[in-house]
């Protein structure tokens, strides 16, 4: 069994953004002779996402409103109060929206294709955009 | 060290159902002759859930009431409004109960078992039931 | 490839303490041989929670402040009332928040090092202090 590593860059515009990663995930395990195994899919930042589940745009509006219903942007939150925090940034519903949705991916590989269902798509949410977002993929796998 | 795949079905009866499927999860990890390592559980679907909790009812019937409570099951949604979307099954509270339960476990294997405290079930919740369901358990290790 | 477990104890001193282990789970790792890999960091219980994110105080204490008010200490939950659970301790409200933030942690290694962004930590919160947790890791790698 071997580690393979490898990384993405996903470039936003907009403060909240999802976009199906699926693709890119796909073509960079592909490049590696990885028949059976795992993968797992990891974003180095705080303030963004990774998840699995159906891509399909009026369902993607809807996650929009359920994590600004749950997490409003405005929240009165002390991690934006110059009082309690040096961060300029005014993000805490970033950082609460990404510890909601979670950022780690693990999904089989078998026959060297991503063990997915039908409408699984892997998808990347930006919460404090516009950003440059780096992701990992990593593969192990014989 | 070594890959190994296998996969389940559970058969749901309810639109919203709670399960423990550990005990399918162990027997099918100690099939493979593997001593230390990993397994994975998947589901491969986009409206039902796996995560780790105590299994009891009176608390399943607290997490039920907790996802109503937090994504309501007619909450005027985009993905189920013939407007904006095709999809004909009304289940965007479905999705979204997914995206926060989580549908993936990654859980360690010593001594060819499963590393479990006392309290620690494998939770399979269909939030999109009555329907047939496939769960993917992989193991790596040596 | 090899597998490699090791495991810790966090004493925690309140009935909700957010903490950032990552130096812990840092060294637990570098004492193993592994270059290149992943490394899964579990606990074995029910009631706490382990995830990745900034480690503020600030934040921390939003963090608090959201699963308060997502899934409060007193919500009239089945689980905590002696007509339906045999449950004494009342804690509800700890198995709910750590459903909805996870308790599991999969991080490449490479080089050796965990793979973390600069603002990354790995957090461990308990949810139903005080009390002594047991946290897993295991490292899979070459």
């Known amino acids: 069994m071997k580690v393979f590593n490898t990384s993405f860059t996903v470039t936003t515009e907009e403060p909240t953004e999802v976009s199906d990663i699926t693709k890119i995930v796909r073509d960079a395990i592909q490049q590696f002779p990885v028949t059976n195994g795992i993968a797992l899919v990891n974003t180095l930042h705080t303030t963004c996402a990774l998840f699995m589940n159906e891509y399909q745009s009026a369902l993607i509006g809807d996650l929009k409103s359920l994590i600004e219903r749950l997490v409003p942007e405005r929240g009165?939150?002390?991690?934006?109060?110059?009082?309690?925090?040096?961060?300029?940034?005014?993000?805490?519903?970033?950082?609460?929206?990404?510890?909601?949705?979670?950022?780690?991916?693990?999904?089989?590989?078998n026959n060297g294709e991503l063990m997915l269902g039908r409408f699984q798509s892997i998808i990347f949410a930006e919460l404090d955009g516009p950003r440059k977002r780096e992701i990992t993929v990593q593969v192990l796998g014989e």
């Open 76 to 109: 009165g939150y002390r991690h934006d109060d110059p009082r309690y925090s040096d961060c300029e940034r005014g993000n805490a519903h970033s950082h609460l929206r990404a510890a909601l949705l979670g950022r780690n991916i693990a999904v089989g590989v």
